[in-house]
């Protein structure tokens, strides 16, 4: 399985790929949606998106916006990873197309339980292949 990871902080990137590999995903980084959106034009369609709302550029709102609007990237699950916490706030994201909302700081296992959530935990024969 491959994920989309999204957010203008390098730590974070890494801490989130971090975790999804030790879950058998193959990741790829982006620092904000626009740069997202590209490696989504070059063919690179992950099963999951991991993003972030507050970026540069293009933020993770207006990214879920634009992924939702073209049904080519329909099957991307999107998951919003971030420090708004604001009820409100969840409610846009899931609105917009987003399927679930993580808040930070999280640990590795409430990350996992979201994605086990979602139908997104790899099995074992999807890690070894």
């Known amino acids: 399985m491959r994920a ?3 957010d203008d902080s390098r730590a974070m ?3 989130v790929s971090s975790i999804l590999e030790g879950l058998g995903y193959e990741t790829r980084p982006a620092g ?8 989504l034009e070059e063919g690179w369609v992950p099963d999951l ?3 972030d709302w507050n970026m540069p550029v293009m933020d993770g709102l207006q990214f ?8 080519s990237w329909r099957s991307v699950t999107l998951m919003m990873v971030t420090t708004e916490s604001e009820h409100g706030q969840i409610v846009r994201a ?3 197309g987003a399927h679930e909302y993580v808040i930070k700081p999280f640990t590795p ?3 996992a339980d979201k994605l ?3 139908g997104l935990l790899p099995t074992a024969s999807e890690v070894s292949a």
């Open 4 to 6: 989309l990871v999204i």
């Open 13 to 15: 990137r890494r801490i």
């Open 32 to 39: 904000h949606g626009r740069e997202a959106l590209d490696v």
């Open 49 to 51: 998106a991991c993003i």
């Open 64 to 71: 879920v916006s634009a992924v939702r609007a073209n049904p």
């Open 94 to 96: 899931l609105a917009a």
């Open 109 to 111: 296992d409430a990350f």
């Open 116 to 118: 086990s959530l979602l």
